[in-house]
Nanobody, 121 residues
């Protein structure tokens, strides 16, 4: 089993910044995929940013140039630096990992508990 613990959410004014963290612990051989999703009230969960252990990165168009995803493999932690925040960024943010727990084992998907980000205008 793997646990994902998120931190860093909160209330910020438009134009401000926040940094989210998601630390993975438990039985981890490798983390193939780390991503941040968000879900606003009444809307579907959407992918915000993702990175693979091969180094590829992608972002949803609405956050390009404002958000940066990064990972610290030694700490099994992924970060989301969010700059120039807008009210439409308000949502619960979830981290999502695809983990291999043992050598040769299958991929398993895990989700964090979510952290609230609220941007006031």
């Amino acid at each position: 089993q793997v646990q994902l613990v998120e931190s860093g959410g909160g209330l910020v004014q438009a134009g401000g910044s926040l940094r989210l963290s998601c630390a993975a612990s438990g039985s981890i051989f490798s983390i193939k995929y780390m991503a941040w999703y968000r879900q606003a009230p009444g809307k579907q969960r959407e992918l915000v940013a993702a990175t693979t252990n091969g180094g590829s990165v992608n972002y949803v168009d609405s956050v390009k140039g404002r958000f940066t995803i990064s990972r610290d493999n030694a700490k099994n932690t992924v970060y989301l630096q969010m700059n120039n925040l807008k009210p439409e960024d308000t949502a619960v943010y979830y981290c999502h990992h695809v983990v291999v727990e043992t050598y040769g084992g299958p991929n398993r998907a895990y989700w964090g508990q979510g952290t609230q980000v609220t941007v006031s205008s």
